[in-house]
């Protein structure tokens, strides 16, 4: 993983005591919350619906032991006891007085940590497949493109005050666990006709209010050409993307607006401009930043232990089979941690817990964790032989849980439990759920499923790429929950579609009881799965199961 360097240490320092004073003068009444508004946001301060909450980075949701120690001793002694992981691979604190703030913010940079860059209109978080480095299907490790995205852009005087907030994503695999076609910017590495490697280049994607889905505008970019390339976007972006009104302001937009053949060109004959200031990184940079993401000694040690574990513990086999993936090296797996016990906050983790992740990552799997956009938490690199050891601590801890990509896995947002901004709950939603189908002893029978939940039209819970999304609304002061169906959030991306009205928090459950029962009754075999059987179906099936007096109606018509 990438190492700070001395620019680094000096940077995050200053910018942690230039806000100290800041937050001195708020404090005094010296600066008023208008003015002070900007000024907490470049530091990813946000005022939510009870309180301060701060926003710490996680670049492409890697961090070590140390680090995590240090998020689990900052939720101790300035929160309460917990944190809240993202869907943009951070770490939120919902809870911080505003006088600790600079406190804390100085902790992060003890382990090398700030929370730069993760609010305003800028370049955010720039997130990566949560499996880079260790999955068996990848080209490159992604996370080595998103690092010299994230110097790129920290601090870029240019785009620090961009129409809208923007978004990056990587993936160094054909197989996209990144979503890159839901950001601002997609990058997928893939190769060319003579083997090179590159970046098919994707804009204009995006969730909240105007769901799109990101267009190719490049189909084969040379490595070399990253950052001038990505540049010549930015600026086309930051000139003609809308400021008169913040919810046609993202590149999305500007996208459907303008249209991506009149795009191209525009980027295309920006990026020949670039180039030729700029034409490309140091290779000086861009082998310090390969040596910082080389593999782990790989250890090679006997799986006997493992696969007798395997066969003679029913439990701990059905944990294997849904929390340990398949390796580059065929000794080791990648172990995903479940922040989704039945019951549970999605993506929350207590400051015990987090230790826990701590010392199995760093005892058993090279000091690295990893943390995915949904919510969980990974080991990437883990001898098959450790394993059983891992599933132990982790069962004592409560996060054991076997449900990675299963019903109760699921995505949620803080919803109206935190956030100004949501028009229902989220949280108790994704609890119901989970506790309900738990009670029913159906999760295992249903199989794979993606069920995303956002408590308001802002989308931070994905819920448009959901096989079962719920988006909870207000009308007339009483929650409402639609449900679209057949989302995708993979290299196939697409937008889900709305069944029809929504449901009372109240006729929620039953209505997605009756719809999985009925998928259930549909598919053709236990291996197909829900987005596969809907796929097949087509909506009307389902639609019949969410509303059962439409099916009445329609017989009462034929019969008349």
Same mark, same amino acid.
């Given at each position: 993983m990438y190492n700070y360097n001395e620019f680094d240490h000096d940077f995050v320092r200053t910018r942690v005591e230039e806000f100290r004073d800041q937050v001195e003068r708020r404090l005094s009444g010296t600066l008023t919350e208008e003015e002070f508004k900007p000024l907490r946001l470049k530091n990813g301060l946000y005022l939510q619906l009870h309180a301060y909450m701060l926003r710490v980075a996680i670049p492409y949701g890697t961090l070590n032991s140390k680090q995590m120690r240090q998020l689990a001793m900052i939720a101790e002694k300035w929160d309460k006891g917990y944190g809240h992981f993202t869907t943009r691979q951070n770490i939120q604190f919902n809870w911080p007085k505003l006088k600790d703030v600079p406190d804390i913010l100085d902790a992060l940079a003890d382990v090398s940590m700030h929370a730069i860059q993760t609010s305003g209109n800028c370049i955010r978080n720039v997130t990566a497949d949560h499996?880079? =480095?260790a999955a068996r299907d990848e080209i490159e490790d992604a996370r080595m493109t998103a690092e010299l995205l994230r110097q790129w852009s920290t601090d870029h005087p240019e785009f620090q005050y961009l129409p809208r907030k923007f978004k990056i994503a990587v993936t160094g695999s054909p197989n996209d666990r990144a979503v890159t076609r839901a950001h601002d910017i997609g990058l997928r590495t893939i190769r060319d006709a003579e083997g090179r490697k590159g970046? /098919?280049?994707?804009? =204009? !994607? !995006?969730l909240g209010r105007t769901p799109m889905i990101g267009k190719v505008v490049r189909e084969f970019l040379p490595k070399e050409d990253l950052l001038p390339y990505v540049e010549a976007i930015l600026r086309v972006y930051n000139l003609s993307g809308r400021r008169d009104n913040k919810y046609k302001a993202r590149i999305k937009i500007l996208v459907h607006e303008t249209g991506i053949e009149e795009l191209k060109t525009q980027i295309e004959k920006e990026f020949v401009s670039r180039k030729s200031e700029f034409p490309g990184v140091n290779p000086d940079l861009l082998q310090t930043i390969e040596r910082d993401f080389s593999p782990p000694e790989y250890d090679r040690l006997s799986v006997d232990d493992y696969v007798s574990r395997i066969a003679h513990d029913p439990e701990f086999r059905e944990w294997v089979k849904n929390n340990v993936a398949r390796h580059k090296v065929p000794e080791y797996g990648i172990v995903t941690v479940s922040l989704k016990p039945v019951g549970g906050t999605p993506g929350d983790a207590t400051a015990? @817990?987090?230790r826990v992740m701590a010392n199995l990552g760093e005892k058993y799997a090279h000091d690295e964790l990893r943390v995915s956009h949904e919510q969980n938490i990974v080991l990437p690199h883990v001898p098959k032989a450790h394993i059983p050891e891992i599933y132990d601590e982790l069962s004592k801890a409560g996060l054991a849980t076997p449900n990675l990509g299963l019903l109760s896995d699921i995505i949620a947002c803080p919803g109206m439990d935190y956030c100004a901004l949501a028009t229902a709950r989220s949280i108790p939603i994704a609890q119901d759920i989970a506790k309900r189908f738990d009670h029913l002893q159906l999760e295992q029978e249903i199989g794979p499923l993606k069920i995303k939940i956002s408590g308001c039209i802002n989308a931070c819970g994905h819920h448009h790429v !959901?096989?079962?999304g719920i988006l909870g609304l207000?009308?007339? =002061?009483?929650?409402?929950? @639609?449900?679209t169906l057949g989302g995708n959030a993979? /290299?196939?991306?697409h937008i889900g579609t709305r069944v029809g009205p929504g449901f009372s928090s109240e006729e929620l459950i039953p209505a997605l009881e009756r719809l999985l029962k009925s998928y259930l009754k549909l598919r053709e075999s236990p291996e197909e799965t829900f987005y596969n059987c809907y796929n097949r179906l087509g909506m009307d099936p389902f639609k019949e199961a969410l509303y059962p007096h439409l099916k009445t109606k329609h017989k009462e018509r034929v019969e008349h």
């Open positions: 499996f880079a =480095g970046y /098919e280049v994707l804009i =204009g !994607g !995006g015990d @817990q987090m !959901g096989h079962i207000d009308k007339a =002061g009483v929650e409402n929950y @639609q449900i993979t /290299e196939d991306a």
